[in-house]
Nanobody
């Protein structure tokens, strides 16, 4: 089992920045592929960004150039740096993890992930 705990959400004005973190425990972090998803009120959960066990990353088009996903295997932490936030980024953001036998593979579908955090709210509003 893997436990995931997100932090760093909050309220920010348009154009502002937030950094989300996800602390993982329960299994060797280096063996996990990780991802961020978000769900706005009344909408389906959507993919945001993912990172393989090694360096490859993948982003949804709407956040490319504004968000950066990263991982620190020593600290067992996943991060999402969010810059130039827009009102449409408002959502609950979820950290997700899965065991991955392939070091460079990224996963973008929610049903590919085995473990989920409880979510953290991000609100972008003036």
């Amino acid at each position: 089992q893997v436990q995931l705990v997100e932090s760093g959400g909050g309220s920010v004005q348009p154009g502002g920045s937030l950094r989300l973190s996800c602390a993982a425990s329960g299994r060797p972090f280096s063996m996990l592929a990780m991802g961020w998803f978000r769900q706005a009120t009344g909408k389906q959960r959507e993919f945001v960004a993912s990172i393989s066990r090694s360096s490859p990353t993948y982003y949804v088009d709407s956040i490319k150039g504004r968000f950066t996903i990263s991982r620190d295997n020593d600290k067992k932490t996943l991060s999402l740096q969010m810059n130039r936030l827009m009102p449409e980024d408002t959502a609950v953001y979820y950290c997700a993890a899965r065991n991955s036998a392939i070091p460079y593979k990224v996963y973008t579908q929610s049903d590919e992930y085995e473990y989920w955090g409880q979510g953290t709210q991000v609100t972008v509003s003036s």
